[in-house]
């Protein structure tokens, strides 16, 4: 008995030994720096108060709502991160099911096909700015194809549907690979009834397909919405520390402003549990949602309706 304790003991620790560089760097370089920041978010944390910070309770959260002159861009910042949203989370979801359909459909290059879509999701993503930079410039690329001068990048009405329509680009072939696995899962005896009851391609995808990816599709989803709430690194990229294009400014953007040029540290550290809180009450609701429904069993059961409806109208014809 003691000798197999001993030897569960010497097993347990060969284990924890393995884990214990990634455990350390957890604590040290993300657990410890949340805990801070959130401890700093109650404080006047400044470079003004390096040494001689006090504690000044929820005062950096309520200002972040009522306090114009401090922090002016916060309401009109969470406008633009909520229309970015809108724009590329149901582009980028229907855009992953139309190209995983199609690749699914065992056309011919498909390996190429998912070479070509994937390439840019290997590549660093300040390259992609970079290149669409450059060729969205008004002497660029697509103003040289077009014969047009028009500056995408720094007209308020372009500049942030451009940078969404990048993102989803650059995003595409991640989203598709998920996709066309949880698309190679369906059985197949499926749509071998679908297409004995008469079933087209449409049907079969609206009916079959898509109820039976439904999880993927909550995935990319909620990945897609803290995605949308998380983007910076773009308007980064682009415009610097900062940009007199007011469509962009999102409200990790407006963080990073407040934290880099006026290095008031504690209400960047209010707008960043700001932000996690958020995050955290809408992917809530999504499982909740999410937890009351079978996708598939709904799909099938829409597709017993349609078919069984068909045939009846057969019959009475």
């Known amino acids: 008995m003691k000798a197999q304790t ?29 805990i801070i920041a959130l401890v700093m978010s109650f404080t006047n944390y400044s470079l003004e108060h390096l040494y001689d910070y006090t504690f000044v309770g929820f005062d950096n959260y309520i200002d972040l709502f009522t306090n114009s002159v401090k922090y002016p861009m916060f309401w009109s910042s969470l406008k ?73 990048l720094n007209n308020e009405s372009t500049a942030l549907l451009v940078i969404a329509l990048m993102s989803v680009w650059g995003g595409l072939g991640y989203n598709v690979l998920i996709m066309l696995s949880a698309m190679k899962n369906i059985d197949p005896a499926l749509y071998e009834a679908a297409e004995m009851d008469g079933a087209g391609a449409i049907s079969k995808f609206f009916y079959i397909t898509v109820p039976n990816v439904m999880p993927t599709v909550f995935f990319f989803l909620v990945t897609g919405m803290i995605g949308g709430f998380q983007v910076g690194e773009q308007m980064l990229v682009i415009y610097g520390d900062t940009t007199t294009v007011q469509s962009v400014y999102t409200y990790v953007y407006g ?30 609701i999504q499982f909740r949602v999410q937890r009351g429904s079978d996708p598939k069993k709904e799909g099938k059961g829409l597709l017993k309706k349609i078919f069984g409806r068909k045939q009846a109208h057969e019959k009475n014809g």
């Open 6 to 34: 001993k030897a569960k003991i010497k097993s347990n620790a060969v284990g924890y030994a393995f884990i214990a560089p990634l455990l350390l760097y957890f604590v040290v370089f993300q657990l410890a720096p949340m």
């Open 80 to 152: 633009t991160t909520f229309l970015y949203i809108v724009i590329t989370v149901p582009i980028n979801i229907v855009l992953t099911l139309i190209v995983s359909s199609l690749l699914n459909s065992k056309i011919k290059g498909e390996k190429f096909f998912k070479t070509v879509f994937y390439i840019p999701s290997v590549t660093v993503g300040v390259a992609i700015m970079v290149m669409w930079k450059q060729m969205l410039a008004p002497d660029g690329l697509i103003n040289q194809m077009f014969s047009t001068n028009v500056d995408f």
């Open 255 to 284: 963080l990073y402003y407040m934290m880099r040029r006026t290095c008031d540290y504690a209400t960047a550290s209010a707008m960043s549990y700001f932000l996690f809180a958020i995050i955290l009450v809408i992917t809530l």
